[in-house]
């Protein structure tokens, strides 16, 4: 990769992140948000996830910079930190993630494209299904022809989801009635929404995914042009959508109230827009979705992808992951990921429920990266090693960062779901048999665990056995991952 043609800028890198981030899931902000709260509790719900996320994207902008060594990443942050075996559960964890959850942009796509063409359903017919396979073979296609060029494309359709966004925006400022704001401001008029802290709660479930895929330019730092950058796009990333999230959902509440909004069908800015400027409105906000979604669905292929060819060349994932093709392209992670996603694809439409108890416990490990990361700053941060990169007040601003942004980390993790991630380990245990292969491959010059990964292995294991059981039992409700399903990676129709 030493040809800087194939790398990717610092506007292909802030269109990662943003692409990655702002799914179909904002579309719905409005009436996900009005649900269960008034517009007070919104605010603050929006105000705390800032504070939470600005630590994290934080972290991952001191990383980026001051250990641009590590440009494997997310694997790298958690490698470095704690060990290979660390550093394989957080890219197997997040690479299982990503591509099983990544099915719900071809079936959500679908019942998207159904609002023109009414052969495609509610998404969950044979139609629907060819449709989405098309569209998982297509991506694939893009991807194989160069991640640069892949990048270009993510570019110009992270522009093309914008226009909509920032026309309802505008549109929203021009139009709110700003005494219509201060109605009902805590939601103690007409429904009864509980206390502010129940509300606040459950906005945060909303909020909660609203950022996941923030580390996008992290996650193909190794590609980037200047490596420097990979801070800079993420922060501006992060910027660029708190302000769209945040004026999206407050300032809906000037054109209609809390019960109204709250009832209003998905994609609830097209009703809000329509009720602002007619039809026509609504016409651009539900084409602004479907753009949305594949450009959203690219980035999320890209960084799917070269999680496991990241690993590979380190030497913990099956060096075949490894290989690349002429346009620089890591072809073969690329084609097991989309295999991934057709027989899940095909698994979701065969048997739902099944489906969606699995990414509810393959949901909750993207998380786990973002933990580790912000502990890795941490550890680094408070290690008085004299070759340490942060020294003086640069450590002090590293541990605080770390601190708050371990802290966020460990409630994210805890907000989704405990018993998902116990469950995970049912995915981690299968992760040893593709570890030891990668060992086997290495030439076994050391020993496959330390002491204290043996422990973690074993650990793993038997929770696998024990959550199998309890999965098999049907004690598994799949209401939280629902939530990332229709409010995050897509959320343009009802499960």
């Known amino acids: 990769m030493t040809d800087n043609t194939k790398k990717v800028g610092f506007i292909g890198l802030v269109s990662i992140v943003l692409g990655s981030m702002l799914g179909g899931g904002v579309f719905n902000l409005p009436s996900n948000m009005a649900q269960g709260a008034a517009l007070g509790a919104v605010i603050i719900a929006w105000i705390i996830t800032g504070f939470g996320m600005f630590f994290l994207a934080q972290t991952f902008k001191l990383l980026s910079d001051h250990r641009p060594d590590l440009s494997s990443g997310i694997y790298s942050y958690a490698a470095e930190g704690f060990g290979r075996y660390i550093g394989f559960n957080s890219a197997w964890g997040y690479w299982l993630s990503a591509a099983i959850g990544n099915v719900s942009f071809a079936v959500l796509m679908m019942e998207a494209l159904g609002y023109f063409f009414p052969v495609f359903a509610t998404g969950n017919n044979w139609q629907s299904v060819l449709g989405g396979s098309i ?138 827009m329509k009720a602002m400027v007619g039809d026509w409105g609504a016409l651009i906000l539900n084409l602004g979705v479907i753009i949305s979604i594949l450009g959203a669905w690219l980035a999320w292929t890209i960084m799917t992808s070269e999680v496991p060819s990241s690993a590979a060349k380190k030497g913990v994932f099956p060096a075949v992951l490894g290989k690349y093709n002429k346009h620089d392209s890591p072809v073969v992670a690329l084609t097991i990921t989309s295999i991934i996603m057709q027989l899940t694809l095909f698994f979701a439409f065969v048997e739902k429920n099944a489906f969606l108890a699995i990414i509810s416990v393959s949901g909750s490990m993207i998380l786990i990266p973002y933990v580790l990361s912000a502990m890795f700053l941490f550890k680094q941060a408070i290690s008085n090693n004299n070759d340490s990169v942060f020294k003086g007040f640069l450590k002090s601003k590293a541990i605080i960062i770390g601190f708050f942004a371990s802290v966020y980390g460990f409630w994210l993790i805890y907000a989704a779901g405990l018993k998902y991630v116990l469950l995970s380990s049912i995915l981690y245990s299968l992760g040893i048999l593709v570890y030891r292969k990668a060992w086997k491959e290495s030439g076994k010059e050391t020993p496959m665990f330390t002491n204290s990964e043996k422990i973690i292995a074993i650990t793993l294991v038997l929770l696998g056995i024990a959550s199998l059981v309890i999965m098999i039992m049907g004690a598994l409700p799949v209401e939280n991952y629902i939530h990332w399903f229709k409010h995050h990676k897509v959320g343009v129709g009802k499960i």
Do not use: C
């Not at 109605?183 to 509980?194: K, R, Y």
């Not at 206390?195 to 606040?200: E, G, N, R, T, Y």
């Not at 923030?214 to 950058?229: M, T």
């Not at 801070?231 to 501006?236: E, H, S, Y």
């Open 135 to 272: 569209l998982i073979w297509g991506m694939n296609i893009l991807v194989r022809r160069g991640v640069s060029n892949a990048a270009i494309l993510n570019v110009i359709s992270t522009f093309a989801k914008l226009v909509p966004l920032f026309l309802f925006v505008i549109v929203l400022l021009i139009v709110t009635k700003w005494d219509k704001l201060s109605f009902d401001f805590w939601g103690h008029e007409g429904i009864d929404l509980g206390d502010l802290p129940k509300q606040i709660r459950s906005t945060m479930l909303v909020t909660l995914w609203a950022f996941i895929g923030i580390e996008g330019a992290v996650v193909i730092s190794g590609r980037a042009k200047n490596k420097k950058d990979v801070g800079k796009a993420t922060f501006i990333g992060f910027m660029g959508a708190i302000i769209v999230y945040a004026a999206i959902s407050i300032f809906s509440f000037g054109v209609l109230n809390q019960s109204e909004l709250a009832k209003l069908p998905d994609p609830s800015t097209a009703y809000v």
